[in-house]
């Protein structure tokens, strides 16, 4: 078995074995880009040290030092040399990419005589010195879990003995005396002195990254983006080039596309007498890279040039990480660039344009919940006219938010718990902030570019950003935050525009997204594509207008009880409710009954002849009764009882388990009047806009089913009202009763069901409760363990459980088209608008999926992807066939 690859024996190919990072640094070796050599550790390597308890065994020693030697040849210096040493980064690289999560190390070799060899051979002894303190540090922390803190304290003392504020200005001598406490720092923490062996230091380091894969920011981190825990990571054992050798040395990162607009243009920043992290750490300020055209022009356009051809190759945006020593470029990494969704789709479509990719690879290129981003508000223009500006700092990463000030990630947290919305304000975040930025709505910096830990982590997740607002001071101890002559605390409101990189005083209004040319036509070819039909769950004109807005297809679920809560109808509902006698509850419908017509009208005319699938009745009554002593007084008059007969009455309506109590078509069972009336109101307002030369069929649907005489006792008295009006109007339509597949009983007798109902449609939110017996109104507070102890590896309620529910929906799909072939199928549960469930039902065959408006995208483009899936797998087995 085979451990260890080095740079000239890998490929891109090799992903899985090599980690992202080693694939492609063997695929830049083999381009010829000037990369500096090394080898990779495998992935298969790392899951072998778990299973050997943590430890290197003895062939993968050998195959390291093999490859040290190799490394040695190529570059002719020697490893643990007294005079030229070479050195080693030693990083990880895992096969899904996971920035900053583990750990690294720089300058790995240098011991106390071997530094003594640099400082002459370069001529500089600063930069041997410099060098050597940062390992020092680097390898306490990672490979040893000494506390960083100790090391800054540590040069911080340092810094201001020697009067200088930048690390950069500390001379040799100060860097010799940082190096001399720092290993004393060593030796106090772990009872010896510094290693001074290079062998042993390397074995150490790339023991250390395969043990940092399973750290708790990098656990955290695979869990907030659904990677999964066993597979590794590679470690890179790359030879060293130094940028932080004096001016004409520098290091960067860049992307060859603006990562946050897409814009074709190189995007980054660099530091010149720096290492890598210096950048990353956002502690001096980097210059922009269009910068360095005039400072090294030569330098400049290799390293564009360098980002064309690997662009090329790749057939997308490239985030390039290089080094400059003394006026020579190498590339550090190269990796497709993580960017916004808005950036996402610019470059899709733009590189479909220039003939780059194929419009069904373009559409591969984005994953669907991406897309969210796109179609969250922004600021109102008005609002932000008006609105006091505080500052203004980096567009990191855009999308709006207003919320109080939070100085911690854990106080972020325990205010969402609250349902609060916060901005996390910080110097900087740094991984442990993690969690708290996944809780806050936004987040604000002081320092730091756009490549700093928060634009990176923030732009990841999907979250408005700004970062390096200089102006912004902030006290984490006294938890305030000073911008200008304004001090805030934690109960201010502040906003962030991650767009403009503006920061406002108060709440602003938001407004809905405007999606661009290039979004439509992205969408465009995913329509072309697709199978699976999207509808979208809406209940008002605006929002199905909103829908159509958006692409969707039709409305997959009307809920009509959100209508009932309108002002002008919710005392007549109440009264309903309340009736204690059929002329009552007759009395109060037929108030309702005129503004429900108007309801589908409305909704009827929106929809302009799509299908519209309206479900009646289906909550608990108990959830429309009044509650307020003023409330109670008005239904009571009406119904002539006192308030505490009134009271009384409401009491009843308590059930002790009201998901399995009386609600859904049960309702209808009791009083039948109820769905008839909804129903007359259907049918009238369909019957309105057909005179209109509006051709709509309308979608009847009732909830909850169980039984086949229990849905026919309900349909059957739906149909006699709706023959009525026919008779009425001396004219007849096309109308369709179906019901709801919610409960796992109709699910097993689908093909009794399918007898009476025109068409299914999946309630996977209550169908998911119902099999899994978890109430989804309080499952929450159990589910949260079920996940962070991997027994349920996603939450149900929101990704469908394929293996139950999903058993039970196929079932139903095989026996309702028994029964009626070519039986139409959809999903109205909260599933249909997540990705893999959606390529779930595509699978079962089911017509269509509904989801709430600002899904519709999301779910267009997942049926997309699981038709181009499909495809390529239809191919991969015709060539295997031959
Ligand atoms: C469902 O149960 O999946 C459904 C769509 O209905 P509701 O969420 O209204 O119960
Ligand atoms: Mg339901």
């Given at each position: ?771 899994y017996g978890f109430s989804?109104d309080d499952a929450g507070k159990f589910l949260s363990q079920y996940l962070d102890d991997?027994i349920f590896?996603?939450d149900p309620f ?85």
């Open positions: 078995m085979k451990y260890v690859y080095s740079f000239d024996e890998g490929k891109k190919e090799m992903r899985s074995l090599l980690g992202g990072k080693g694939a492609n640094l063997a695929e830049m070796t083999r381009l010829g880009i000037n990369v500096p050599f090394g080898f990779t550790v495998t992935t298969e390597a790392c899951t072998r040290y778990y299973q050997e308890n943590k430890t290197l065994w003895e062939d993968l020693v050998k195959e390291i030092e093999k490859n040290v030697r190799k490394t040695e040849e190529k570059l002719g210096k020697k490893f643990g040399d007294n005079e030229n040493p070479l050195l080693f980064s030693v990083r990880s690289g895992a096969v899904i990419s996971m920035p900053g999560m583990m750990d690294t190390v720089l300058n790995l070799g240098l011991n106390d005589i071997s530094v003594e060899g640099l400082a002459k051979h370069t001529e500089n002894p600063r930069f041997a010195y410099d060098s050597y303190r940062r390992f020092i540090q680097m390898f306490s922390d990672v490979s040893k879990g000494i506390n960083k803190e100790l090391f800054e304290e540590v040069l911080e003392d340092e810094k201001e003995k020697a009067g200088v504020e930048l690390d950069k200005d500390l001379s040799a001598e100060s860097l010799k005396e940082v190096v001399r406490r720092y290993k004393e720092i060593y030796k106090k923490e772990m009872g010896e002195e510094f290693p001074q062996q290079p062998e042993r230091q390397l074995l150490d380091a790339v023991a250390a990254v395969f043990a940092s894969w399973n750290n708790e920011r990098a656990i955290l981190y695979r869990k907030l983006n659904s990677i999964p825990h066993d597979l590794g990571t590679a470690v890179n054992v790359q030879s060293m080039v130094f940028g932080n050798g004096g001016d004409t040395s520098g290091t960067g990162v860049a992307f060859t596309r603006n990562p946050a607009t897409g814009e074709k243009a190189l995007f980054g920043e660099y530091l010149m007498n720096a290492q890598g992290e210096d950048v990353v750490a956002g502690i001096r300020t980097p210059s922009h890279i269009s910068e360095l055209e005039t400072q090294m022009p030569e330098v400049y356009r290799q390293f564009f040039e360098t980002g064309q051809i690997l662009e090329k190759h790749y057939r997308d945006m490239q985030d390039l990480e290089f080094t400059i020593e003394n006026g020579k470029l190498f590339i550090l990494q190269t990796r497709n660039g993580k960017r916004t969704a808005e950036a996402a789709i610019n470059i899709a479509v733009d590189l479909v344009e220039e003939g780059l990719r194929t419009k069904d690879e373009a559409l591969m290129m984005i994953e669907p919940n991406q897309l969210d981003q796109l179609l969250h508000p922004t600021f109102d223009k008005k609002a932000m006219d008006k609105a006091p500006v505080l500052t203004k700092g980096l567009a990191a990463s855009p999308g709006a938010a207003s919320g109080y000030i939070s100085f911690s990630a854990t106080d972020a947290m325990l205010r969402n718990a609250k349902k609060e919305s916060v901005i996390l304000v910080r110097t900087e975040t740094s991984p442990e902030d993690l969690q708290g930025m996944d809780s806050a709505k936004g987040i604000l910096t002081s320092r730091g570019g756009m490549t700093s830990h928060a634009a990176v982590v923030a732009r990841g997740m999907g979250k408005c950003c700004i970062a390096g607002a200089h102006e912004v001071k902030v006290n984490e101890k006294e938890k305030t935050v000073t911008i200008g002559d304004k001090v805030l605390g934690e109960g201010d409101i502040i906003s962030l525009d991650g767009s403009t990189g503006i920061v406002y005083e108060g709440k602003l209004e938001t407004k809905d997204p405007e999606l661009s040319g290039k979004f439509a036509k992205f969408m465009g070819w995913a329509d072309e594509v697709r199978r699976l039909q999207v509808r979208a769950n809406a209940d008002t004109p605006h929002d199905v207008k909103q829908a159509l807005d958006l692409g969707a297809e039709g409305v997959g679920l009307c809920r009509t009880e959100h209508m009932f809560f309108a002002e002008d109808r919710i005392n007549a509902v109440r009264e309903m409710i309340l009736s204690k006698t059929l002329e009552q509850r007759k009395k109060a419908l037929a108030k309702i009954e005129p503004i429900q017509e108007e309801d589908f009208y409305q909704i009827y005319k929106v929809a302009d002849g799509r299908s519209v699938t309206i479900r009646l009745l289906d909550p608990p009554l108990h959830e429309f009764v009044p509650h307020t002593d003023e409330d109670i007084a008005i239904v009571a008059k009406e119904l002539g009882v006192t308030i505490l007969e009134q009271k009384k009455a409401i009491d009843d309506l308590h059930e002790v388990n009201p998901m399995l109590g009386h609600r859904g078509l049960r309702l209808a069972i009791t009083f039948p009047e109820i769905y008839q009336m909804q129903a007359r109101a259907i049918i009238r307002a369909a019957l309105r806009l057909h005179d209109e030369g509006v051709n709509l069929i309308p979608e009847i649907m009732i909830p909850l089913a169980g039984d086949a005489k229990e849905l026919s006792v309900v349909a059957d008295s739906i149909k006699d009202e709706v023959e009525k009006i026919f008779a009425e109007k001396g004219k007849t339509i096309e109308y369709h009763v179906g019901t709801m597949i919610e409960i796992p009983r109709a699910t097993l007798l689908a093909d009794e069901i399918a007898n009476v109902a025109e068409f299914f449609s999946f309630g996977t939110n209550d169908l998911t409760q119902m099999t989804r991997g590896e996603k929101q990704v469908v459980d394929q293996k139950g529910v999903g058993k039970l929906m196929k079932n139903a799909v095989k026996l309702g088209r028994q029964t009626r072939p070519g039986i139409k199928l959809g999903v109205c549960g909260e599933h249909g608008g997540e990705p893999s469930s959606v390529a779930f039902f595509d699978e079962l065959g089911l017509d269509y999926v509904s989801c709430s408006p600002f899904r519709v995208p999301i779910s267009r483009l997942a049926a997309a992807q699981k038709t181009l899936k499909d495809k390529q797998l239809k191919m991969t087995r015709i060539m295997d066939a031959f």
